[in-house]
């Protein structure tokens, strides 16, 4: 019979290929999401409808996964890191008396932060790769660097330009999304499935 992986092993596996999957199936609307952050006041796609029509036609249907690879490399590392890590810490927490039983929302802050921490220069690098192109002088008044492509070759660029806390750029605000949604998302977790079982013993 096969050997049974370690928990922490199969949590970091099961988190990895979950995001993935995730990732490349809603990236178009990731990299959407992106162009329309960064459009400023001229307006380069006026509707959504208007966007995806405008990427097909100039850009084609890869560039609706323009810096996919970065992306993927990202969330790979990051899912697993984050499950593993909140596995990890979950049964300390659990034990303290906390306020609402908020010791699996404390746990989740903690693993967001050390795992988005861990991949953010790739997060940042798949930002920039998703602005290229050829509407990229209409980004950000015109302010969007040009990269060469691949994600190794822009880091490369920004480290070069920026130094190495370049890869860092925008960190805080990252963690301040991502910190109290991870919270919000075990402890609810955490709950559901709590309930879920009870609902089947029953």
């Given at each position: 019979m096969p050997t049974p992986l370690p928990s922490s092993v199969s949590t970091f596996v099961a988190g990895a290929l979950a995001g993935v999957t995730a990732t490349t199936v809603t990236y178009p609307l990731d990299l959407l999401r992106t162009r329309f952050a960064?459009?400023?006041?001229?307006?380069?796609?006026l509707s959504l409808v208007s966007s995806i029509r405008m990427i097909y036609r100039t850009e084609g249907f890869l560039g609706f996964f323009q810096g996919l690879g970065a992306g993927v490399a990202q969330i790979v590392p990051y899912m697993g890191l984050f499950f593993s890590t909140y596995e990890a810490l979950r049964p300390s927490f659990s034990t303290l008396d906390l306020p609402f039983g908020s010791g699996d929302a404390t746990a989740g802050v903690l693993a967001s932060v050390i795992a988005k921490t861990g991949v953010f220069p790739l997060d940042l690098i798949r930002k920039r790769l998703q602005v290229q192109g050829p509407t990229r002088e209409r980004f950000a008044g015109g302010m969007v660097p040009v990269y060469g492509k691949g994600m190794w070759r822009v880091g490369r660029d920004i480290v070069g330009k920026e130094g190495w806390r370049g890869l860092y750029r925008g960190l805080g605000v990252g963690l301040i999304k991502a910190a109290p949604a991870s919270a919000v998302t075990m402890w609810t977790y955490e709950r559901a499935l709590k309930?879920?079982?009870?609902?089947?013993?029953g």
């Open positions: 960064v459009q400023g006041t001229s307006k380069v796609y309930k879920m079982k009870e609902w089947d013993i």
